[in-house]
C-alpha cells in the first residue's frame, strides 16, 4: 500500500500569498512616507509664511514675554517678602 509518497506532514505555508503582502505593505509604506512628506512640506510652507507676515517677529514676543515673566516673579517674590503675616478680613457691603 505504498505509494511512495509520503503524507503532509506539520506546518505548510504556501509563499505566494506571503510574498504579495508583503509588497503590498512594502508599497503602502511607501505611499504613506510619500503622504507624509507632502503635508510636511505643506506645513513647513504654511508656518514659514505666517512668520513672516506677523508684525513683531517670534524673538521679540518672546524676549518680551521673558521681562513680563521675570517683572512678574520679582514683584511677587518681593510682595511675598514684605507679607506682615496678617490675614486679610473680608469686606462686608
Avoid: N, Y
Avoid at 12 to 22: D, E, K, N
Wanted: glycine fraction near 12%; proline fraction near 6%.
Amino acid at each position: 500500500m505504498d505509494s511512495g509518497q509520503q503524507p503532509p506532514s506539520g506546518f505548510q505555508l504556501s509563499t505566494t500569498p506571503v510574498v504579495i503582502g508583503a509588497a503590498l505593505i512594502g508599497a503602502g509604506c511607501v505611499i504613506g512616507l510619500a503622504g507624509v512628506v507632502v503635508g510636511g512640506t505643506a506645513m513647513i510652507t504654511a508656518t514659514r509664511k505666517w512668520f513672516r507676515e506677523l508684525e513683531v517677529p517670534p524673538g521679540d514676543v518672546v524676549r518680551q514675554k521673558w521681562s513680563q515673566t521675570k517683572a512678574a516673579t520679582a514683584a511677587g517674590a518681593t510682595a511675598w517678602q514684605q507679607h506682615d503675616g496678617a490675614q486679610a478680613k473680608p469686606v462686608r457691603a
